[in-house]
């Protein structure tokens, strides 16, 4: 269901596998998996929302939990290709104060944080 690829050594790219909704119990798999990864090494930990299809508050609280984590060590979360709609929902919650929400692919927000 997820992935976690790493690019340059550095940059932790959380990928969905296929199209999907998180909620509910997919939420509860997501935010186990999600802390367990090791981001220790990473500059920047960026997820690939192009197969984001819906969240509810329950995958918010996935990102939350994720957010608590990285931010004691000061490691930014940068949500990339996030739909109008579910971006809208991120600025309604005020999540971006938590997150950088880009619009532009991973591959383009990885090129701004290499220069």
């Given at each position: 269901?997820?992935?976690?690829?790493?690019?340059?050594?550095?940059?932790?790219v959380i990928?969905?596998?296929?199209?999907?909704?998180?909620?509910?119990?997919?939420?509860?798999?997501?935010?186990?998996?999600l802390?367990?990864?090791?981001?220790?090494?990473?500059?920047?930990v960026?997820?690939d929302?192009?197969?984001?299809?819906f969240?509810?508050s329950?995958?918010i609280a996935?990102?939350?939990?994720l957010?608590?984590?990285?931010?004691?060590?000061?490691?930014?979360?940068?949500?990339c290709?996030l739909?109008?709609?579910?971006?809208?929902?991120?600025?309604?919650?005020?999540?971006?104060t938590?997150?950088?929400?880009?619009c532009?692919?991973v591959?383009?927000?990885?090129?701004?944080?290499?220069?």
């Open positions: 269901m997820f992935e976690l690829e790493m690019i340059d050594g550095v940059y932790a990928r969905l596998k296929e199209s999907m909704r998180i909620t509910g119990e997919n939420s509860m798999n997501f935010r186990e998996w802390l367990k990864q090791n981001f220790e090494n990473s500059k920047a960026l997820f929302a192009d197969n984001l299809v969240v509810d329950m995958g996935s990102f939350i939990a957010y608590k984590k990285l931010n004691q060590k000061q490691i930014p979360i940068i949500m290709g739909s109008p709609d579910i971006k809208n929902l991120f600025i309604m919650l005020k999540l971006d938590l997150f950088e929400i880009e532009s692919s591959f383009e927000v990885i090129e701004k944080l290499r220069s």
